[in-house]
């Protein structure tokens, strides 16, 4: 079983400044329960107990889990980005089958806690195999309001995944936010995702919550379905949870022509734009603007297709 430990290096200082509040609570609570047994005497847990997480842990048990400790994620929407190597495409369950093809990357919110089923078809040189990875996620990000779409969870498997899947071996890349106080400050942009490798014995899940937060967890192994329909696919699939569409980031461009640009005010009071045509400044009222479906107003029980954010 290979293990490996996937990492977007700084997405954001916010979400890092997340992950050093969660790290300053757990050590502030830590020194407070020493001090406390201290004065009364008790012992301390040993430091070789068991983690509550295991990366061998069935998935949606870590999912499970996290939604009884964290009550605030249930129906939450977490936008992801599933990228392959060129050619590759992907199916999401839904309705007891798979949806029809989603070209890499794959751009989707989906509920936190619950498991994805995915079909990876045309694999450049085995267009005949077919892969049904899983997809976790475990813990949500904290992007801008209204920006969900810009900042998903990049989710990246590469050929060596595919490769060791194929031969038979299971591949789990387990994604987490960096730790800022011990990040590399590199530029990772329109470069592969880092990835750490861990030997079997080494509990992934752990090591990434050493590294920083796990939001995610990727599972893929060879074992090709034999069933169509009924209670044994519905579980195949983990009772296909709804997902549902992120719209693509516009350019500039595509700003511009729909006048939605930001208006220039120069210092002798002209009002104009960077762009030029007969659109250029003009900024159309906020009734006219499109509807926003936030990730808290959607249903999880009938949100399927759409967006959770608008094109901004």
Same mark, same amino acid.
């Given at each position: 079983m290979f293990r490996r430990i996937s990492f977007p290096t700084l997405l954001m200082g916010w979400l890092a400044f997340i992950a050093i509040c969660i790290l300053a609570m757990l050590f502030s609570n830590s020194a407070h329960a020493q001090n406390g047994a201290s004065q009364t005497g008790a012992k301390l847990?040993?430091?070789?107990?068991?983690?509550?997480?295991?990366?061998?842990?069935?998935?949606?048990?870590?999912?499970?889990?996290?939604?009884?400790?964290?009550?605030?994620l249930r129906g939450l929407w977490q936008g992801i980005e599933v990228k392959g190597p060129r050619g590759v495409h992907f199916n999401l369950a839904q309705d007891g089958q798979f949806a029809p093809d989603i070209a890499s990357p794959a751009r989707v919110a989906v509920l936190v806690g619950a498991v994805y089923r995915l079909r990876l078809t045309g694999i450049e040189g085995y267009e005949d195999v077919e892969l049904f990875p899983t997809i976790e996620v475990i813990d949500r990000t904290c992007p801008?309001? +209204?920006?969900?779409?810009?900042?998903? !969870?990049?989710?990246?498997?590469?050929? %060596?995944?595919? @490769?060791?899947?194929?031969?038979?071996?299971?591949?789990m890349r387990v994604i987490y936010l960096e730790d800022s106080e011990i990040a590399e400050p590199v530029d990772t942009s329109n470069k592969p995702q880092r990835v750490l490798?861990?030997?079997p014995a080494q509990n992934a899940l752990r090591t990434a919550d050493q590294l920083g937060r796990p939001v995610a967890i990727l599972r893929?192994?060879?074992?090709v379905p034999h069933i169509t329909s009924g209670q044994d696919a519905l579980e195949?699939?983990?009772?296909?949870p709804p997902?549902?569409?992120?719209?693509?980031?516009?350019?500039?461009?595509?700003?511009? +022509?729909?006048?939605?640009?930001?208006? !220039?005010?120069?210092?002798?009071?002209? %009002?104009?734009? @960077?762009?030029?045509?007969?659109?250029?400044?003009?900024?159309p009222p906020s009734n006219q603007l499109p509807s926003i479906v936030k990730p808290s107003q959607a249903?999880?029980?009938?949100?399927?297709?759409?967006?959770?954010?608008?094109?901004r």
């Open positions: 847990l040993p430091s070789s107990t068991n983690a509550l997480f295991h990366d061998d842990m069935a998935p949606g048990v870590i999912g499970s889990i996290q939604l009884q400790n964290k009550p605030y801008p309001a +209204e920006r969900e779409h810009r900042f998903p !969870i990049p989710i990246e498997i590469d050929e %060596t995944d595919i @490769a060791d899947a194929m031969r038979g071996e299971m591949v490798d861990v030997r893929m192994g060879s074992r195949f699939f983990y009772g296909c997902w549902t569409t992120l719209k693509p980031i516009p350019t500039k461009e595509q700003l511009i +022509e729909e006048g939605r640009w930001p208006v !220039i005010e120069s210092s002798d009071g002209i %009002t104009g734009s @960077a762009a030029t045509g007969s659109n250029a400044g003009v900024i249903s999880p029980i009938t949100a399927k297709s759409g967006s959770i954010s608008d094109l």
